[in-house]
């Protein structure tokens, strides 16, 4: 895959709580300059990006619950309506962990429905935080989100133990086939941690390092 392939199937991000906006604005600048398919930001920084990118091919992730997961529904439900009247194109909203590792699997798949009714169309990927789950529980996982209407199952926060494996994308890919996306993020910082994944059947990466990657990706080619 070239360096411009690789860019568009990238969501740039920056979700570190002390991301200040000269910061935002350079994760903008940088997506319009590579080609990357989006900028996945909090909630609070999405008018500053939809302004910024407005006219672009360049869209506006916004994470819901982050990075915990553990949010009331309601207050789910209520950033992710926020977020879209501010200009989101894409949700990546996190699973309850707590509430799937309680195998309350009709709580996890109605906090997903909240979220995808208040996206109004938009693409919702569910983040399971595959490091605390076992093989069922990510299989668990992947088919409650898919019940729920989610457009995408997603690794991880980048904000847990440890981010995205090879082998949870392989199975997230096995579980939900062809009918859902799956993005792999957390700890992919170069080329070949990327198209590792890709290989693995990720559709999008999700990277802070997403420079580094496509800059590693065209001294390749």
Same mark, same amino acid.
């Given at each position: 895959? +070239?360096?411009?392939? *690789?860019?568009? @199937?990238?969501?740039?991000? *920056? *979700?570190?709580?002390?991301?200040?906006? %000269?910061?935002? +604005?350079?994760?903008?600048?940088?997506?319009?300059?590579?080609?990357?398919?989006?900028?996945?930001?909090?909630? =609070?920084?999405?008018? #500053?990006?939809? =302004?910024?990118?407005?006219? %672009?091919?360049?869209?506006?992730? %916004?994470?819901? !619950?982050?990075?915990?997961?553990?949010?009331?529904?309601?207050?789910?439900?209520?950033?992710?309506?926020?977020?879209?009247?501010?200009?989101?194109?894409?949700?990546?909203?996190?699973?309850?962990?707590?509430? *799937?590792?309680?195998? +309350?699997?009709?709580?996890?798949? =109605?906090?997903? $429905?909240? @979220?995808?009714?208040?996206?109004?169309?938009?693409?919702? $990927?569910?983040? &399971?935080?595959?490091?605390?789950? +076992?093989? %069922?529980?990510? @299989?668990?996982?992947?088919?409650?989100?898919?019940?729920?209407?989610?457009?995408?199952? $997603?690794? /991880?926060?980048?904000?847990?133990?440890? !981010?995205?494996?090879?082998?949870?994308?392989?199975?997230? #890919?096995?579980?939900? !086939?062809?009918?859902?996306?799956?993005?792999?993020? !957390?700890?992919?910082?170069?080329?070949?941690?990327? &198209?590792?994944? &890709?290989?693995?059947?990720?559709? #999008?990466?999700?990277? /802070?390092? /997403?420079?580094?990657?496509?800059?590693?990706?065209?001294?390749?080619?």
């Amino acid at each position: 895959m +070239d360096a411009r392939d *690789l860019a568009k @199937v990238i969501d740039h991000t *920056l *979700l570190r709580p002390n991301a200040t906006v %000269s910061e935002i +604005d350079k994760l903008c600048d940088e997506a319009l300059q590579y080609g990357f398919y989006s900028v996945c930001v909090n909630s =609070s920084r999405v008018a #500053r990006c939809a =302004s910024r990118l407005a006219g %672009s091919n360049v869209k506006v992730c %916004s994470v819901v !619950g982050f990075p915990f997961g553990a949010a009331s529904t309601v207050a789910k439900a209520a950033e992710a309506e926020t977020a879209v009247k501010e200009g989101a194109d894409e949700l990546d909203m996190v699973v309850n962990i707590g509430k *799937l590792l309680d195998g +309350d699997l009709g709580y996890v798949e =109605s906090d997903i $429905k909240a @979220v995808v009714a208040a996206a109004e169309g938009r693409t919702v $990927k569910v983040i &399971i935080e595959a490091c605390y789950l +076992d093989n %069922s529980g990510i @299989v668990e996982a992947c088919k409650a989100a898919e019940r729920a209407g989610a457009g995408f199952v $997603k690794t /991880s926060t980048g904000f847990g133990p440890s !981010g995205a494996t090879v082998h949870a994308v392989r199975l997230m #890919r096995e579980t939900v !086939g062809e009918r859902l996306g799956v993005k792999a993020a !957390g700890g992919i910082r170069n080329n070949a941690a990327a &198209i590792e994944m &890709i290989r693995a059947g990720a559709d #999008r990466i999700g990277a /802070s390092s /997403s420079v580094q990657i496509v800059e590693g990706a065209r001294r390749i080619g």
